[in-house]
């Protein structure tokens, strides 16, 4: 079925409605992002030291205090005071002999990302706990990977906007079970489930965000819902200080939620899906969905177009359908739809888990918070600009594999040479790496959301979008072990992203195409030549779309045949009878048959 050319156009394209709904699906991507990055404020380090223990000091110097008290107390070095030691009196020496453990907990330069009081300060998550603030940061990105695979597969079932609201209406009481966590175990628990929640409404907005729109409008509206990812992202800081407490910011971005499920939860602002409905058969709601949208288009077309013959021809089904709905286990059994699965689900695990490669060169040159936030936020609404300008006019498949070489390049650079580099050239190469990344793993999702076939976009786009949450994951992980093994990973993701670059070039492009809507045109899609020929493929001068310059032979041969249809057609002409007098053999001394 080709929805585009043949429903969608007819119905007024990317028109006054699909405009207005479009822009609805913007919005909610800055409350989206306030909920995904809440999680670096709330968790952010404050600088902070052992609080003084008289307990442990001589008796002659249990008065002391203020500075004196801190001397006597806690280690200083180079880079300030100890953060996780006391000093260690033997019974009667005058002096500290060893060190130990904080025993009255820590005092905390406050505020941390402008929050007076976080997790950190709430549990005490340093020194030897300070492996749980990762570890928390891994929980929430685990439970936006289940919910990519869990709630994609509800999005093919029972469409997108039953998901959208569904886990948007889920999410709200989650956000207010973590403002109010007792416990490290119980936030554990809750930022897991959240974090599921909130994919499940990302990825039904991304997918039917898609479906409104034609080829050539598919890019910019995608981008422009990144660049309000990146707002939210941005306002996420004012945000906290206003808050000023982890509780009340964790509160603020639950009620934008709230406020989003009250407002956004009208069918009027999101629909469910037109093209999903006619490719899963469910005629009576398409009908409904597809004249809503015609008539908001300011298109009015006749009864006729709406019909169920008419639908039914261009599903190319014959009688009255029932509803049919695949499901993942459908995609592994394919084999073009789970070729570009796997390799647009690689790029984007590798676009995302080489990223820690690169920021990790900015810790010693942005040493506030703040900075390397911003920094990362306005690198990220570049790398939009970037596929702005250039997807639509070179090619999916071209741009990624570009992004990628860079990406590969810079990180092999940075591997092998930084210890003989400048600082500024080794701070020029990282930041370019992060945008390359992040390009290339916006671009393998748009990619995905392009070549995966409507009956199974919302899995199959839930799988790649899972892979890249694997990569994200990596970064937390390396920091609950302290970054012990960095080098073998920043190794591992260099050479994926090379290798990587062989398989890009298996993939279809899809510029300029309409969407796949069943598994048979997601199957046939062909990848294009690598390089264009120069060359005619046929060089056979009867196949030539030029007359002009074809050998005396080809053009005797060519008049030969014109001459054949000429008799051929003056043949059909010929009324019955004569054609039988034609036919029938002359008698024998016949002279005129014989002349």
């Known amino acids: 079925m080709e929805f585009d050319a043949r429903l969608l156009r007819p119905a007024g394209g990317f028109g006054r409605r699909a405009r207005l709904l479009a822009a609805a699906t913007w919005v909610p991507n800055a409350a989206l992002a306030l909920g995904f990055f809440a999680g670096l404020l709330l968790a952010a380090p404050p600088a902070h030291r052992c609080r003084p223990d008289p307990a442990l000091l001589p008796p002659a110097l249990r008065n002391l205090s203020g500075r004196a008290l801190l001397n006597a107390s806690v280690p200083r070095g180079p880079a300030g005071w100890s953060r996780c030691l006391l000093y260690r009196y033997a019974p009667g020496a005058a002096g500290p002999n060893r060190t130990g453990p904080c025993t009255r907990g820590w005092d905390y330069e406050l505020p941390a990302a402008g929050l007076r009081s976080s997790l950190v300060t709430q549990w005490d998550l340093v020194c030897s706990d300070r492996w749980k603030v990762p570890l928390e940061q891994t929980t929430y990105l685990l439970g936006w990977l289940s919910g990519c695979i869990v709630l994609g597969l509800a999005c093919d079932r029972f469409g997108r906007r039953a998901t959208f609201v569904f886990s948007l209406v889920l999410a709200v009481p989650l956000g207010i079970g973590v403002a109010l966590a007792l416990n490290y175990m119980m936030l554990l628990s809750l930022r897991l489930l959240l974090g599921a929640a909130l994919a499940g409404t990302f990825l039904s907005l991304y997918v039917a965000r898609l479906e409104l729109c034609d080829p050539p409008h598919r890019l910019m509206v995608v981008m422009v819902a990144g660049f309000f990812w990146v707002a939210g992202e941005l306002l996420l800081p004012g945000l906290a200080v ?32 037109p093209r999903w409905l006619l490719a899963t058969r469910q005629l009576e709601k398409g009908r409904k969905g597809l004249r809503a949208l015609a008539e908001g288009n300011g298109v009015s077309l006749e009864d006729e177009f709406y019909s169920q013959e008419h639908l039914l021809a261009e599903l190319e089904s014959e009688g009255a359908p029932l509803p049919r709905y695949h499901t993942l ?45 911003f920094l990362l936020a306005a690198l990220e609404a570049a790398a939009c600009l970037f596929l702005c300008v250039t997807v639509n006019r070179v090619g999916r498949r ?27 050239i080794i701070l020029t190469l990282s930041v370019l790496g992060i945008a ?90 062909r990848r294009p030549p690598l390089f264009r020929s120069s060359r005619r493929r046929d060089q056979l001068p009867l196949l030539s779309p030029r007359s002009a310059g074809l050998a005396p032979e080809a053009q005797d041969y060519a008049r030969l045949v014109t001459a054949t249809k000429k008799m051929l057609s003056s043949h059909r002409r010929t009324p019955p009878r004569d054609r039988q007098l034609l036919l029938e053999p002359a008698p024998h001394g016949d002279p005129q048959q014989e002349t």
């Open 242 to 273: 206003l808050c000023r407490q982890w509780r009340l910011l964790q509160g603020a971005v639950t009620l934008t939620l709230a406020l989003l499920a009250t407002c956004w939860g009208c069918p009027s602002l999101f629909p469910e899906s």
């Open 329 to 373: 286990c459908e995609v592994f059994s394919t084999r073009v739809i789970w070729k570009n699965s796997l390799i647009l689900g690689f790029t984007a695990f590798i676009g995302s888990g080489i990223r820690p490669c690169f920021t990790r060169n900015l810790a010693p040159y942005l040493p506030q918070f703040h900075f390397s936030y």
């Open 398 to 424: 071209p741009i990624l594999l570009l992004c990628t070489i860079l990406t590969g390049i810079a990180s092999l650079l940075l591997l092998a040479l930084t210890q003989y580099l400048l600082d500024w």
């Open 436 to 525: 390359y990344s992040q390009a290339v793993t916006m671009l393998s999702i748009f990619f995905a959301s392009e070549v995966l076939p409507t009956v199974v976009r919302g899995a199959g786009l839930g799988l790649i979008m899972a892979a890249s949450f694997v990569g994200k994951a990596a970064g937390p992980i390396m920091d609950i072990q302290n970054n012990r093994g960095f080098f073998l990973h920043h190794v591992v993701f260099a050479s994926f992203a090379i290798l990587s670059v062989l398989s890009i070039m298996l993939l279809p492009e899809s510029k300029g195409k309409g969407l796949p809507e069943s598994l048979q045109d997601g199957e046939s899609q």
